[in-house]
């Protein structure tokens, strides 16, 4: 339905025309970015699900062997193993941009190299099940780190499509019908004006020629 504030002028339904073209065109590449972004979303989602199974039971394996652990070792001889860590990890963050989406991106590195510096402890008074506790966290941390990447990037992306389908909407159900009937409305008003405009000259006309042949019959 056309706005009753819209001035049925030349201006007006140029500037009518042109939003209607720009609206047109947002429409298309909103709904390509919107079709894009759920293809991207479906892809995290399924990394997301098969992350989330491997961190689930790279920690299912350390929380066993450390109950395994504990039953074989005095408590005393646990904490004081696990008290003072050789190594140090430090975590990095960054992003990246997918569809004008900033998608957290983590890193780490580990203070030394050594690959044996995950275990704090001597093997002497320790049991093989601490061991393979501590080596399966140590293991699952890439991947844990990865999946707090592709969960956050799955809020987000959600977050993002629903934006742009918000926008799809208002452009496909408000803004272009409304720009289409304004555009209709105004040409209807500026035909009607202009007929009015011929009948009033027709009639101006009658009126001169009648003038005038009175005029010269007298």
């Known amino acids: 339905m056309a706005s009753t504030t819209v001035n049925p002028t030349r201006m007006e339904l140029t500037n009518q025309k042109k939003k209607l073209v720009m609206a047109v065109k947002g429409h298309r590449l909103l709904k390509d970015k919107r079709d894009e972004l759920m293809r991207e979303f479906l892809d ?8 989330r199974q491997k961190v689930e039971a790279g920690i299912r394996r350390a929380n066993t062997n450390f109950v395994v ?10 904490r004081s193993s696990l008290m003072a860590p050789k190594q140090e990890v430090s975590l990095k963050g960054g992003v990246r941009n997918v569809m004008s989406v900033n998608i957290p991106v983590f890193d780490y590195e580990t203070r030394t ?3 044996n ?6 093997f002497a008074f320790t049991s093989s099940d601490l061991d393979g506790a501590v080596e399966s966290l140590n293991d699952v941390l890439p ?6 990447e592709t969960e956050k990037a799955c809020q987000l992306m959600a977050a993002e499509i629903e934006k742009t389908r918000r926008r799809v909407n208002a452009l496909e159900h408000v803004i272009i019908p409304e720009a289409r009937a304004n555009i209709k409305y105004i040409s209807m008003k500026r035909d009607e ?10 009639k101006v006309k009658d009126m001169m020629l009648e003038e005038a042949h009175n005029y010269s019959a007298k």
């Open 143 to 148: 991947d844990m780190l990865k999946l707090a």
């Open 69 to 78: 652990a504990k039953a074989g070792m005095s408590e005393e001889v646990l």
């Open 117 to 122: 510096d995950i275990y704090s402890y001597g």
């Open 44 to 51: 995290l989602v399924r990394e997301n699900m098969v992350l």
């Open 113 to 115: 190299p050594d690959p």
């Open 193 to 202: 004006n202009e007929r009015s405009t011929q009948i009033r000259l027709m």
